[in-house]
């Protein structure tokens, strides 16, 4: 059974920083590519970044390009995402997903970013 | 970027009844839509991929169609557990994939 459990969210001031982590399980990590997706309280889902299959490819949104960065350690099955810069409009749960047939069909539960003063 | 956009905002509708919900691109996606469904407190679950294929597990009352810029979700029968947001995303230039606002299906 797939399992994504993402960590690190929090309080955080703006302009200030945090790591999103995701462990994975129950499936061969290093074959897919892994998504962050974010849903602002009571809003909808925005994709924020995706990490390709061999782990070369970063892609981002307008909207986080150049403050975010997406990586993973496969020795440990984790994804990771870098929010540097941070805003008040990064206030979301951010949500990691596999990737499979080109669409994220699996997904953590979340973890909650705040960003406030 | 491909604008999706969906119709309607929101839904009254009583168990057993049929539901059609509709989804919009702004440009050509091709087939290349998804359809997630979820309940307050949970994570998105993919429904349907490609248009039409339904994901592992997905009741057959769950169905896709639609190409090009329009694409429904239809729902045969609706249970008490299907009452809650349903989203549609493009993915025509992935990874990068625009979601619509989402359809709210409620109890009336």
């Known amino acids: 059974e797939v399992q994504l459990l993402e960590s690190g969210g929090g309080l955080v001031q703006p302009g200030g920083s945090l790591r999103l982590s995701c462990a994975a399980s129950?499936?061969?990590?290093?074959?897919?590519?892994m998504n962050w997706v974010r849903q602002a309280p009571g809003k909808g889902l925005e994709w924020v970044s995706t990490?390709?299959?061999?782990?070369?490819?970063?892609y981002y949104a307008d909207s986080v390009k150049g403050r975010f960065t997406i990586s993973r350690d496969i020795s440990k099955d984790t994804l990771f995402l870098q929010m540097n810069s941070l805003r008040a409009e990064d206030t979301a749960f951010y949500f990691c997903?596999?990737?499979?047939?080109?669409?994220?069909?699996?997904w953590g539960q979340g973890t909650l970013v705040t960003v406030s003063s | 970027e491909i604008v999706v956009t969906q119709s309607p905002a929101t839904l009254s509708l009583s168990p057993g009844e049929r539901v059609t919900l509709s989804c919009r691109a702004s440009?050509?996606?091709?087939?290349?839509l998804a359809w997630y469904q979820q309940k307050p407190g949970q994570a998105p679950r993919l429904l349907i991929y490609?248009?039409?294929n339904r994901a592992t597990g997905i009741p057959v009352r769950f169905s896709g169609s639609g190409s090009g810029t329009d694409f429904t979700l239809t729902i045969s029968s609706l249970e008490t557990e299907d009452f809650a947001v349903y989203y549609c995303?493009?993915?025509?230039?992935?990874?990068?994939?625009?979601f619509g606002p989402g359809t709210k299906v409620d109890i009336k």
């Open positions: 440009q050509s996606v091709s087939s290349s």
């Open positions: 129950g499936f061969t990590f290093s074959n897919y590519a």
């Open positions: 997903a596999k990737d499979q047939f080109g669409y994220p069909v699996a």
């Open positions: 995303q493009q993915r025509s230039d992935w990874p990068r994939g625009t």
């Open positions: 490609d248009a039409s």
């Open positions: 990490l390709s299959s061999d782990g070369v490819g970063t």
